[in-house]
């Protein structure tokens, strides 16, 4: 299995279910439905009875897409930070009992030579995890954050993004780095910003391995960054907060004053 890739497709697969969910722009629920699968792909989704004998009949319940979620710091008593491979194997064969199906296991702030090491390790046997929720990659929440707003992240290891921390953190995550949330409004974070937009752009991870912006702590003029932000490249807003009468402009919208 490899970050962001399907793994080894099954049979094909005929499943129907009371009620069916399809992930499609148009809301819609289909009563009864089916799901077929070839290749590991899903090839056809209707309503009504199948066009052929299923090979799963599911009695009851609604069949829906599996979630992706982009943050999950640990589950299970397991704190993937820590990179203990039987921790994340752990989390991987379970958690799709949620619902989840994919997901990036996220650090948060640490000091850079910490957060290396640990990109290092994850890289190494991220490839041998077992079967369940896909790892598409690594998300690092930090260590280039806005201090004011730190929340439980450690002050003394928010540090403003450079070139050479941002190189080091690149290459100790190749191949398995996929999304790196920062403030844009920190020192020296749009300037690394663009040298990093261009060499994550060639991998193939979520967002075209684009990081997030946030969380960001706005105040007068920094509505400016954010909009210089998004220029830049900035796939979208992890979390914004707007000072007194503030507003921010993030992916593309407005976050209300107050947000």
């Excluded at 629920?29 to 699968?37: H, K, N, R, S």
Aim: charge should be negative; charged fraction near 15%; glycine fraction near 16%.
């Amino acid at each position: 299995m490899v970050p962001g890739k399907p793994g080894k497709p099954g049979p094909p697969l005929l499943i129907t279910a009371p009620r069916v969910v399809p992930a499609g722009p148009v809301p819609a629920v289909l009563e009864p439905g089916y799901v077929a699968i070839e290749a590991g792909l899903i090839t056809a989704v209707g309503q009504g009875p199948p066009p052929d004998v299923p090979g799963l009949v599911l009695a009851d319940g609604v069949l829906v897409p599996g979630l992706i979620d982009l943050q999950v710091n640990g589950r299970y008593g397991e704190d993937l930070a820590g990179v203990d491979p039987a921790g994340w194997a752990r989390v991987v064969r379970r958690l799709p009992e949620t619902g989840t199906t994919a997901f990036l296991p996220t650090f948060i702030t640490a000091p850079v030579g910490e957060l290396a090491g640990a990109l290092r390790s994850a890289a190494g046997f991220v490839p041998d995890l077992p079967g369940g929720a896909r790892v598409l990659g690594v998300h690092l929440e930090g260590p280039f954050l806005a201090a004011a707003r730190a929340g439980a992240h450690r002050r003394d290891w928010i540090v403003p993004a450079t070139v050479d921390a941002v190189a080091d953190l690149l290459a100790a995550g190749a191949g398995v780095l996929r999304v790196v949330t920062l403030a844009p409004e920190v020192a020296g974070g749009l300037a690394a910003w663009g040298w990093r937009v261009d060499a994550l752009s060639a991998g193939d991870g979520l967002f075209g391995a684009v990081p997030p912006a946030g969380p960001a702590a706005a105040g007068p003029g920094v509505a400016a960054d954010e909009s210089v932000a998004l220029a830049t490249g900035v796939a979208g807003a992890v979390a914004a907060w707007a000072g007194p009468g503030a507003a921010v402009t993030v992916a593309g919208g407005v976050v209300p004053p107050g947000r």
